[in-house]
């Protein structure tokens, strides 16, 4: 099985609150509210303030101008490692984080999180936006901390208008762009009547794909790049330049609020990205895109204001990363820090100094993929940049050399082996600690509904995903046979009865297939005699995506099945297969059985 039995993290305790979480306090009056924004695939080169020529981000640019600026800010490559660093202040290997789907996206409920640290210290909690460490009960994030949840769990999201995002659990229906509707729903929670203060998580998803934007800010774009010559990515420019612009706007929406509440003065206000551009086009000349361990698939802009305690137009120079975020928030708000092993270093005073310079540090990134490799790593010092592929190693100057094109390992071999040894000795660390969070969880009280997604299964046989890649929201194709069979590793916490139901499509000439799911001493048999085939849902892509598109399923209630505790497996095969094939498979839907 490819994780750890789950009841190994003693869950159970961990729902009560274990000793690692830190004590509540009521002290709070005093302490300033914080508002962390991040976008996501948004490189160091998307604001105007950073050179580039033609974006309009002057929100973003006023922000930065007036607050502090963090010059050499980093964070990992990808968008889920980057989160769950962010959220621990640990490096996403020991968090059980490592990839950006397959389960492997989940972060060990274990964890302590920002949210925690302030709710535990009176804060009002809230998130709106993409969250990406894990959708399952408890790895979701009101089980992490945070009071109010509204957005999307997954790594990327179908349809940005009008569409239908989730409210602590429960479906919510959206009309409007989804940056602006997320914005909304953030003004809400800041503009609540309350005695505490208050974190607001705004973690937008945009530029992310699909490119979906409103017209009056993806024309002026198209219009300005009619000197390229490639029309898609004429308009997968536009279309990210315009969403980064409508994302700026909602920024200066936030900030109103903050205005008009009278709070403006005692918030910290935080802006960064996830990781490098998604895609080739201005980043300041740095090597490098997202997923890539190079400067630029891991340099991004970090932003703060504080106006009561932080100068206004200061730079700061030095190395800085995600891992710093959690304990420099805990300095800046006088709160305790997790009673656990933090990455990061509290950069509170650095950031009141004005001007100041970091001292020299080492960093470390890591591209996992589904295999932990050692060979997709990067070390950072304040001058060096080593990278590590499987393909390549380098070693750079980054002073005399910014965009990496001198790779000086033969020239400074000591150095190149020292760097080498570093990391090699920072990955075991990292790799002792890591632990499978690749897990289905079932089986809590709190849990009355348990999604199998069709991209956390395994299969054999003809069976295939549509898109290929088993990134959220992608389904299976291709069962045709009777030696075909799809499953899902469960782990129990406590034993229920579910009815389950098979999420599905199939063409009238394909219907009649005996199908049939087991699991422990359960056997369900049934006949997919109903066809449902819609056409996908309409989507108003900028350009053709690469990940699958949205449509409708029916379903079919196939029966009640018993769980025990441990670790189970449900799989589906087909005993009969009539027409050329059993159907298209989103998923198992269990409903538990009070």
Known sequence: MRFANFFYYSLSLILLSCASKPEETTEVKSRPNVLLIMTDDQGWGDVGVHGNPIIQTPVLDDFARNGVQVENFYVSPLCAPTRASLLTGRYNLRTGTRWVTDGLENMNPEEVTLAEMFKSAGYATGCFGKWHNGAHFPFHPNQQGFDEFIGFCAGHWNNYFNTTLQNNGKPFPTEGYITDVLTDEAIKFIEQPRDEPFFCYVPYNVPHGPFQVPDQYFDNYYAQLDTMSNETERSKLAAVYAMCENMDANVGRLLSSLENQGVRDNTIVIFLTDNGPNGSRYNGGMRGTKGSTHEGGTRVPFFVQWPTSLPAGSVVEGLAAHIDVLPTLAGLCDLSLPDREIDGVDLASTLMEANTTIPDRTLFFQQSGRELLPQRGA??????????????????????????????????????????????????????????????????????????????????????????????????????????????????????????????????????????????????????????????????????????????????????????AGSQTISLSAKQVPGSQVGEVKGLVLERVD
């Open 379 to 564: 070390v950072r010092t304040n001058t060096y940049r080593l990278v590590n592929y499987p393909e390549y190693t380098g070693l750079y100057n980054l002073q005399s050399d910014p965009d990496e094109s001198e790779d000086l390992r033969q020239e400074f071999p000591q150095l190149y082996d020292s760097l080498m040894a570093v990391y090699n000795e920072w990955f075991d660390e990292m790799k002792s600690e890591t632990v499978d969070m690749a897990i289905i969880p079932v089986g809590f009280k709190e849990q009355s509904q348990v999604v199998l997604p069709a991209h956390e299964s395994y299969f054999s046989g003809n069976i295939s995903f549509k898109e290929g890649h088993g990134w959220a929201h992608d389904w299976l194709i291709n069962w045709t046979s009777p030696d075909d069979r799809i499953h899902w590793d469960v782990e129990v916490q406590s034993p229920f009865t579910y009815q389950v139901y098979l999420s599905y499509t199939v063409p009238e000439s394909d219907t009649g297939a005996i199908i049939q799911l087991e699991a422990s001493d359960n056997t369900l048999v049934d006949t997919l005699s109903t066809a449902f085939n819609p056409a996908g849902i309409p989507s108003p892509d900028r350009v053709k995506r690469i990940e699958v598109y949205e449509k409708d399923w029916a379903k079919i209630y196939l029966g009640d099945i018993s769980l025990q």
